[in-house]
């Protein structure tokens, strides 16, 4: 499968963002998907992560009630809604996909397939 994100840009602290990730060769609902991150001079974190029904979502403690993942299968598309950014929430962002339906996992080295990530940028 072949991942490409979009969506990313400039916005205040605050503000709300939505990133997107597009799937294509291959079954997207085969796939559980991720959201990680990697902010400048840190390791790349863990985000978010959902099953490929939407009945597995998992979240990085740092971003629980702003952020939101959800996938339109149909569409070959995931999401990544964001509300209330803050600085700190400034990193490229990267959606990764699984080779099983159900495995969510936070561990990034037990992805298969990487976007090529799209930067995210929120002033003070």
């Known amino acids: 499968v072949q991942l490409q994100a979009s969506g990313g840009g400039l916005v205040q602290a605050g503000g709300s963002l939505r990133v997107s990730c597009t799937a294509s060769?291959?079954?997207?609902?085969?796939?559980?998907m991720g959201w990680f991150r990697r902010a400048p001079g840190k390791e790349r974190e863990f985000v978010a992560g959902?099953?490929?029904?939407?009945?597995?979502?998992y979240y990085a403690d740092s971003v629980k009630g702003r952020f939101t993942i959800s996938r339109d299968n149909a569409e070959n598309t995931v999401y990544l809604q964001m509300n209330s950014l803050k600085p700190e929430d400034t990193a490229v962002y990267y959606c990764?996909?699984?080779?099983?339906?159900?495995?969510?996992?936070?561990?990034?080295?037990?992805?298969?397939?990487w976007g090529q990530g799209t930067q995210v940028t929120v002033s003070s």
């Open positions: 990764a996909a699984v080779r099983s339906p159900v495995r969510v996992t936070t561990l990034a080295g037990q992805y298969d397939y």
């Open positions: 060769k291959g079954t997207f609902s085969s796939y559980a």
């Open positions: 959902i099953s490929w029904n939407g009945g597995r979502l």
